[in-house]
């Protein structure tokens, strides 16, 4: 089968796509991987080339050496990718130590996979081995709205996860294990990928101040609508924060706790603090 007819392909240019229309991808602002499934790689094994040199991560990862990943390119703008996937993004293979990767398809023109390589490769460990396997997408976007409230909330989990329940009801529900926040880092290095990962442990979701928003998900839907959501939720916390009146009523903690009743999920008590 051709790799741009495999399904896992297609999904993961429509995500890039929808993620560009929904202005969260300014220039080559965000990034995208999929851990690619071992009958999926099989398919398309025609078309990929195995002589190109093997390069550094920046990290290492053994609990993923041997994993093939579908990843966008450093530099490349999630608006072409719809266009020319085959310039945009590559298929890369891990080696047997987990420190190394190289291109076994894609990147024609050249370039390499994004700069955070490292976050989505730590996260991606960490999220396989939390979900049993099934967490397959890591996605990181230019939210504007989450990262607005960046500048006015305090950097800190509790808040962020408190104030974007309230914001839906459905929230606490889709994200029920809450929000991570890191605080300002240089981007592109180990470093953030350390501090991220380690939030991702117990978060499907880690802000990053000023900066952006990472997540992580079984499928493109799922990880997908998480950062909708999320960002949906940040939109009308700016639009209540901007009326400049306090909140006259809201979702109280008891509230939340009905919620987890019914809906079967489990949110943690310290989101649940008395204001
Ligand atoms: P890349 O173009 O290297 O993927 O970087 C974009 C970005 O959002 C960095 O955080
Ligand atoms: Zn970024």
Redesign the pocket.
Known sequence: MKVLDAKFVQGFIRMCNDGWLQGWHER????LSYRIKEEEIAEIKDELKEDADWQEIGTTVPKLAGEYFLV?????YFRNVILDPEDSLSIIELDESGSKYRILWGMVNGGRP???LPSHLMNHEVKMIASGGKHRVIY?A?TTNTIALTFVLPLEDEVFTRELWEMATECPVVFPSGIGVVGWMV??GRDIAVATSELMKQYDVAIWAH??MFCSGEDFDLTFGLMHTVEKSAEILVKVLSMGSKKLQTITPDEFRALAKDFKVDLPEKFLYEK
Do not use: L, Q
């Not at 080559?28 to 990034?31: E, I, L, Y």
């Open positions: 080559n602002g965000g990034n966008t390119g450093s530099g490349k994004t700069s955070e990181h230019h981007p592109g900066h952006g």
